[in-house]
Structure formats: C-alpha cells, structure tokens
Nanobody, 116 residues
Framework: QVQLVESGGGLVHTGDSLRLSCAVSGTRFGTKDVAWYRQAPGKQRELVAAITSRGTTNYADSVKGRFTISRYNAKNLLNLQMNILKPEDTAVYYC??????????WGQGTQVTVSS
C-alpha cells in the first residue's frame, strides 16, 4: 500500500524559511511523478510545485523564485524548500504521488503558518 508522510511544517514569521519533506513507501518512487499541493482555509486545494520522474519541475506563479521542489530517489523522499515565506503561504501542505493514469495518493498534510 502506498503511503506518503509529510513532515517539517510549523509556525514561522514573514521572511523565514521552512523545509517540508515527504517520505514515500509502497511504490517505486523513482518512476513516479510527484508534487506538493496546499489548501488554505476557505480555498480550493492548489498545486504549489511538481516534479516528474525525470526531474522536470513546475511551479505556481505565486511561489516561483521562492520555493524549490526536489526529490531524492535513493531515499524515497520528496522535499519542498520554502524561502521568503509570506502570510499568504499559510495553508495545509499535501504531498501527492501519481500512482498510475487512474490512481493517485495523498499524504495527510502538514500545517504551515506564516505570521506577519
């Protein structure tokens, strides 16, 4: 069974940095496309950053230049380095993995709160 476990969330101040990690098990991580999503209170879940199995990255315009997504296939880890955090980055951040054309998997989420 595929499992995704996020860690690294917390409460920080504007301008601070935070690093999220997602430990993946139960699948061949290196062959899968993965991503980070976030959901703020009262808003829809949105894509933050994605990275394909080949390493191609994609970012939401709101985080370009501040966030970096990376993957460490040997450790089955997905990371999100978040710099110059803003209050509008406050959300629950979810790790996502595309298992196949029809199936995907989500982590339980980790809270990131940025105070002004």
């Amino acid at each position: 069974q595929v499992q995704l476990v996020e860690s690294g969330g917390g409460l920080v101040h504007t301008g601070d940095s935070l690093r999220l990690s997602c430990a993946v098990s139960g699948t061949r991580f290196g062959t899968k496309d993965v991503a980070w999503y976030r959901q703020a209170p009262g808003k829809q879940r949105e894509l933050v950053a994605a990275i394909t199995s080949r390493g191609t990255t994609n970012y939401a315009d709101s985080v370009k230049g501040r966030f970096t997504i990376s993957r460490y296939n040997a450790k089955n880890l997905l990371n999100l380095q978040m710099n110059i955090l803003k209050p509008e980055d406050t959300a629950v951040y979810y790790c996502y993995l595309k298992i196949s054309f029809l199936f995907d998997s989500w982590g339980q989420g980790t809270q990131v709160t940025v105070s002004s």
